[in-house]
């Protein structure tokens, strides 16, 4: 399976590349913005696959910046060019088996705008781009959020808005409810990173009823210790970080598409933040 996951040079996206390669026999397609970074994380990985005899799993590098339309938009056409003729994989709509959106920055690395524009708008970007070339009757999306989205939705007093950010795949919204209330809110006061994360599930809802063949999954890595994070006291590792998001790859969801899942795997509300070990989500809207 080729799995392409933005921000794949470091913390979370590193740790996942890495083991899709080494433990799954995936060809990864590792994306950075910066060439020199994402090289040399491909070498790490490239080492670790030759210290695996049998290993089948591969690693290519492949430059795209979410936050740049046209970086995107060449990317995909990359991927066609490489890997889009010949064989079986002469359909574009076969190049992928999934999209993993991991790239994303924090207040510790970007303005308000930059933090919308980089967390939310870079995986509608990737989507668009992508889900042209992904597998259309087995492809998956897992796009990456955080206990923040749901500290965002708990902290918003309008039932209805609660309700829209609690929406599920069964939610009647689009894209443009979504931008909308994204902008209405970047200046609101409120933590533009929780806004960003919260809006990533709602999108996700929106990507699984418009796309009914795809599985598209959010999800939370849990407190990681990351870039991100540090200095924030997060103790456990990018390894552990990738649990849910294999779990949105490989497993049979029996849920089926556009939920949102914790840190252990299991699918969770929106509107606080589940702690592993406690009871799954029924999935009702306790806001409608």
């Known amino acids: 399976m080729k799995v392409l996951v933005t921000g794949g040079n470091q913390g979370i996206g590193f740790a996942l590349c890495r083991q899709l ?36 799993g591969s690693v290519d590098f492949l430059k795209l910046d979410v936050s740049d339309d046209d970086s995107v938009a060449a990317a995909a056409a990359t991927l066609i060019e490489k890997f889009g003729s010949g064989g079986e994989n002469k359909k574009t709509n076969q ?5 993993v959106n991991n790239a994303g920055i ?26 042209p070339l992904l597998d259309e009757t087995s ?29 599920g795949p069964d939610c009647s919204l689009k894209w443009t409810d979504i931008e909308q209330y994204a902008k209405e809110n970047l200046n ?7 806004l960003s994360k919260s809006l990533i599930s709602v999108y996700t809802g929106v990507l699984a009823r418009e796309h ?6 959010a999800v939370t890595p849990g407190f990681i210790n990351t870039q991100m994070t540090e200095g924030w006291g997060a103790s456990k590792s ?28 299991v699918r969770s509300q929106y509107h606080f933040m589940r702690n592993p070990g406690e009871p799954e989500y029924d999935g009702v809207n306790p806001f409608l």
């Open 21 to 56: 390669a080494t433990e799954h026999n995936c060809h990864v397609l590792l994306t950075a913005r910066s060439e020199q970074k994402g090289m040399d994380a491909v070498s790490k990985i490239d080492d670790a696959i030759g210290k695996l005899p049998g290993c089948k």
């Open 95 to 99: 190049l992928l088996g999934a999209i």
């Open 106 to 131: 924090g207040l510790s690395t970007g303005h308000m705008g930059d933090i919308l524009n980089t967390n939310l708008y870079g995986t509608k970007r990737v989507c668009e781009h992508m889900i």
């Open 139 to 167: 492809g998956r999306i897992v796009n990456l959020g955080s206990g923040s989205g749901p500290m965002y939705v708990s902290s918003v007093r309008s039932k209805e808005e609660k309700a829209m950010l609690c929406g």
């Open 188 to 194: 609101s006061g409120r933590d533009v990173y929780g």
């Open 212 to 217: 009914p063949n795809l599985i598209v999954s």
């Open 238 to 265: 990018p390894e552990d970080g990738t649990l849910p998001i294999r779990k949105c790859i490989f497993e049979t969801l029996e849920h089926g598409s556009g939920w949102y899942y914790g840190s252990d795997g």
